[in-house]
């Protein structure tokens, strides 16, 4: 196996190198003695523009026009990317290595810059091979499996976004064009014309709100690395200042989060790290110690306009979930409805300004299971559904307070296009985008009182492969040069008996299944549908890959040869994902929904035919054990409490039930080792952890980086281990209506 990636012909292109760093301007990745220091786009444009006038003064202005051209921005975008560039350099600005400030003017390079000439190095895999990124939310639950629509959502969602240039993060470019008018009614003017004003750079937000007067916002942080399972809460002013700590870094899981109606007190709903039971709290914004005010309340929750009751949606254990009101004290508790589970979103609800009716996203399953928002009346009665089913994914909901509309956060039915803001009319349900650009959304959506401006959650992502000696993870070499908002083997991948892998990779609108050699060599393509072919899984001897694929219009299980050829369709119904085939040939397990929408472990001949159900109860993410005997996956084993199961190939009971860590998870990595005697799965911060089949406690697996892992594997003659693993930076973002 080759150290280092070989040179392949490409288009020449001058590189700048400084101290132990080399800029490519070509392919946009900033290398730190040989490997890529995660940059997103336009914190890469800003060092750029200063590494090509080195030694010259460039005004604030200067830098503006030239990395935001044309957009109206404030100094505080500039501010917030300079930071993420002296935290890739490794510098600060009271100790610059490389970039001075000039008090009242701008900034210098003032590092020693050598300009040269160069092939470009690494993997061209298409010269259009602009991706889906896959992004990991944490959630209570495992998902649903995919649709035509979508490729995943996991026990964390997994988001899918179509990208044309690399990921923008600061700016939002507008979009236009509004819908034509339905039913007589016109959607609102508003956010026709914004302004975009970044937050935060510290890349480590989950959730957070905007204060009623649209200056302060409060945020959750922590969860990663050191910090893995612990959050705290921060108070912050829209203007920069310093943020203040509410709440200390502790072992516990935050989710929602709201201010009160006169903006001095924050709502929100913790569990301790793991228990899955989130309580309701209150919090002056002046500190102190956090009240407890109710128990068993769902992670995400909205408060009534006058701040005495909360609502949320309750997971009940028995596949239905409830709508709940109840007193902020958890008195005068009533269910408003009560449906089946997949057939309402558990984390996107508000409470209409009016008070009387709260917004929630339910599924449409007659047409494919679309989403939509409806709208419940607090007196009682049933739902009515407030817009058409437009989206294949939705996060967030929240009511403009003049009751004129909501804005969403949502990936429409259109698998090319990303999640983005939406604002919704009320009462007609017309529906247009805020935003359509190629920055990723995440679940924080909050408004400001007077409707003029918006706080929005944005994720940004750089992973790539890497393969080790399977006897010392910790000498990995990088095989894969990917760009910010790029993908390669995030949608699994596997290997071949010839050590080379097989994986998931972008092509224009589409996701191709790809083969290359261990050391990023030899690209080939396997498959061409122009739709998402993913999770790839190769037989023992080489000859067949398994893998999902949406190319018949549902989501399927099908085979192909190791060339590509000869495909063939394993199952029916369009809802079966998650294949894992038998290394000796002759099985494939898969993950089915089409019995009454429940998450079924089921088996299917590797030439296709009747399947059969393996076990009772839900399943998810099989996977086939060395000697084609037994399946692990992740399995429900009572209500609420997914374990690690280890079940028989031909059926039956789980054999053995095992319990993970607070922060572990079954979800698209699950594999046994070659020996047969551990299972594997993932931490959401970082890492691996392995479970002795025989019993014991589960083990962290040394020897690999402190940086989340998405997929891995180790090669069938247990010589290699390969891996994907990324950093992944969530910030936050106001934007302001200006139209007039």
Known sequence: MQKDPKRLNGPQGHNYSFGDFELDPVMRRLLRSGEVAPLYSKAFDLLLALVENSGRDLSKDELLETVWPGQVLEESNLSVNMSAVRRALGETAAAPKYIVTIPGHGYRFVGPVTKFAREMVGVVIETETIAQIAIEEEEDEPPALPRASTTRRASVIRLFLILGVPAIVSGIVLSLVVWKIKHGSRITNQFIQTKTIALTNNGDISNAALSPDGKFFVYVQGGRGKDRGKHNLYLAQVNGEKPIELSPLADVVIRGVEFNKDGDAVYYSSEPTGQGSFALYKLSVLGGVPAKLRDNIGGDFALSPDTKRVAFIRDNGDNTRSVVVSNLDGTNERALLTVATNQVSSRCISWS????????????????????????????????????????????????????????????????????????????????????????????????????????????????????????????????????????????????????????????????????????????????????????????????????????????????????????????????????????????????????????????????????????????????????????????????????????????????????????????????????????????????????????????????????????????????????????????????????
């Open 353 to 740: 300004p009016d008070g009387a009716s709260l917004a929630f996203v339910s599924r449409t399953i007659e047409k494919d299971e679309s989403l939509e928002v409806s709208l419940l009346p607090l007196q009682g009665g049933k739902p009515d559904v407030l817009t058409k089913p437009l989206w294949r994914e939705i996060t967030r909901i929240t009511y403009l307070k003049n009751g004129s509309g909501l804005l969403l956060i949502g990936a429409a039915v259109d698998p090319t296009e990303s999640r983005q803001v939406w604002l919704v009319a009320s009462p007609s349900g017309d529906a247009r985008r805020v935003t359509s650009d190629a920055s990723l959304y995440g679940n924080g959506l909050s408004v400001s009182a007077d409707g003029k401006s918006f706080l929005v959650h944005q994720i940004q992502q750089i992973n790539n492969l890497w393969v080790s000696p399977a006897d010392n993870l910790s000498k990995s070499t990088q095989v894969t040069f990917t760009t910010l908002n790029t993908v390669t083997g995030n949608f699994a991948f596997d290997w071949t008996p010839d050590d080379h892998i097989v994986y998931a990779g972008a092509k224009a609108n589409g996701l191709n299944l790809w083969t290359m050699n261990s050391d990023g060599q030899d690209v080939k393509e396997l498959t061409q549908t122009g739709g998402f072919d993913s999770d790839p899984s190769v037989t023992a001897d080489g000859r067949f890959v398994v893998f999902h694929s949406t190319r018949s219009g549902g989501d399927e299980i099908w085979r192909i040869d190791r060339d590509g050829s000869n495909p063939l369709r394993l199952t029916n119904c369009g809802k079966n994902a998650q294949p894992s085939v038998s290394p000796d040939g002759k099985w494939v397990v898969h993950i089915s929904t089409c019995e009454n929408n429940v998450r079924e472990l089921r088996r299917v001949s590797i030439d296709g035919g009747e399947s059969k159900r393996l076990v009772d109860g839900q399943a998810f993410w099989p996977w086939v054990s060395p000697d084609s005997k037994w399946i692990a996956c992740g399995y429900l084993a009572a209500p609420g409490k997914w374990q690690l199961a280890i079940v028989p190939i031909d059926g039956g009971a789980p054999a053995k039930l095992f319990d993970v860590p607070p922060l572990a998870t079954l979800n698209f990595a699950l594999r046994w080792t070659r020996d047969g005697k551990y299972v594997t799965y993932r931490d959401w911060a970082q890492g691996l952890w392995r479970q002795n089949i025989s019993g014991g406690p589960p083990e962290r697996i040394p020897g690999l980086p402190e940086e989340k892992i998405y997929c891995y594997g180790w090669s069938p003659d247990n010589k290699w281990f390969a891996y994907s693993r990324g950093v992944e930076n969530q910030d936050l973002y106001l934007v302001r209506d200006v139209g007039e």
